[in-house]
C-alpha cells in the first residue's frame, strides 16, 4: 500500500515536498512514479524513480524544477517541487509498479490515494 502526503498550499514561485510512503518493497514495487490530474484533464505522468538504482525519468513540464527521490531505509520517495505554478494546481499521485514502460503508460499496480497541491497567483 502507499500513501502520500505533503499536498497542501503554495503561493507561485514557492515549494512543497510531497512523500510516498510503501508498506514493503518488492519486485511489484520496482518503479515509483509522481502522476497529477487536473480538474478537467487526464492524468499526466511527472516523473519515476526506481529502488534499485535511482534511475529517474521527468516529464518536460516539471524537468528542472521537479526533483523525485527516494530513500530505500524509509521505503519512501519523494517529490520536491520548486517554483511551483498556478498550473501547477492538482491532485498529485504516486504509483508503484514493476515495469517503468507500464509507468510510462499510466498502468500501475498499487496507488496511493492523492494530495491535493494548490498553488495560487
Known amino acids: 500500500q502507499l500513501q502520500a502526503s505533503g499536498g497542501g498550499l503554495a503561493q507561485a514561485g514557492g515549494s512543497l515536498r510531497l512523500s510516498c510512503a510503501a508498506s514493503?518493497?518488492?519486485?511489484?514495487?520496482?518503479?515509483m512514479g509522481w502522476f497529477r490530474q487536473a480538474p478537467g484533464k487526464e492524468r499526466e505522468l511527472l516523473a519515476h524513480?526506481?529502488?534499485?538504482?535511482?534511475?529517474?525519468f521527468y516529464a518536460d513540464s516539471v524537468k528542472g524544477r521537479f526533483t523525485v527521490s527516494r530513500d530505500n531505509a524509509k521505503n519512501t520517495v519523494y517529490l520536491q517541487m520548486n517554483n511551483l505554478k498556478p498550473e501547477d494546481t492538482a491532485v498529485y499521485y504516486c504509483?508503484?509498479?514493476?515495469?517503468?514502460?507500464?509507468?510510462?503508460?499510466?498502468?500501475?499496480?498499487?496507488w496511493g490515494q492523492g494530495t491535493l497541491v494548490t498553488v495560487s497567483s
Open positions: 504509483a508503484a509498479d514493476y515495469s517503468i514502460a507500464r509507468i510510462q503508460r499510466g498502468i500501475a499496480s498499487d
Open positions: 514493503s518493497r518488492s519486485v511489484s514495487t520496482y518503479v
Open positions: 524513480i526506481t529502488w534499485s538504482t535511482g534511475g529517474t
